[in-house]
């Protein structure tokens, strides 16, 4: 069982509808594990871009932030709470469109690329960037959607 909550913070640019957030979040999870707790918040350039300069200081909005949660060995869950995922719907917009993607799949990427970093997965070196894209490209094909890395021409645009 999954429990994933959506927020809102940009009421501008247009998003995916909750129930396929969901269900996006929902095929990834079910990859490695049965239970899990996540909150995906959709927000705008400056709410990305201070996250993304506090955390990484970057000073600029990315598409994509995960914050893994990890539970202190005092405290027992029935879910286990996994984090929280952060995209800017602008800047995933933007990117779509520059990609020539679709938008629907350039979502999906976004947010099954964020339950793999929540999961422990990166792509910080090569082999482990080719063991993660292997995981995200069968879910999103599961999903019914082409591979996210041979699309455009900003393939393994990774900040």
């Known amino acids: 069982?999954?429990?994933?909550?959506?927020?809102?913070?940009?009421?501008?640019?247009?998003s995916?509808?909750?129930s396929s957030l969901k269900r996006w979040a929902k095929c990834a999870l079910a990859k490695k594990i049965e239970l899990g707790e996540i909150t995906i918040r959709i927000v705008d350039e400056a709410e990305m871009t201070s996250l993304n300069s506090t955390f990484r200081y970057k000073k600029y909005p990315?598409?994509?932030l995960s914050?893994?949660?990890t539970t202190p060995d005092t405290?027992?869950?029935?879910?286990?709470?996994?984090?929280?995922?952060?995209?800017?719907?602008?800047?995933?917009?933007?990117?779509?469109e520059d990609q020539q993607k679709?938008?629907?799949?350039?979502?999906?990427?976004?947010?099954?690329?964020?339950?793999f970093h929540l999961l422990g997965y990166d792509h910080e070196t090569d082999n482990d960037a080719e063991i993660m894209e292997s995981l995200e490209i069968e879910t999103l094909q599961a999903l019914g959607f082409?591979?996210?890395?041979e699309i455009g021409d900003n393939i393994k645009n990774y900040d």
């Open 146 to 149: 082409a591979n996210p890395y």
């Open 67 to 69: 914050f893994p949660f």
């Open 62 to 64: 990315t598409n994509v």
């Open 16 to 18: 995916p509808k909750s």
């Open 75 to 96: 405290i027992e869950l029935e879910i286990p709470l996994l984090g929280d995922i952060v995209i800017c719907a602008a800047v995933v917009n933007k990117e779509a």
């Open 102 to 115: 679709p938008v629907e799949a350039h979502w999906a990427h976004m947010v099954v690329h964020g339950i």
């Open 1 to 14: 069982m999954y429990h994933i909550t959506i927020q809102r913070a940009e009421k501008r640019a247009s």
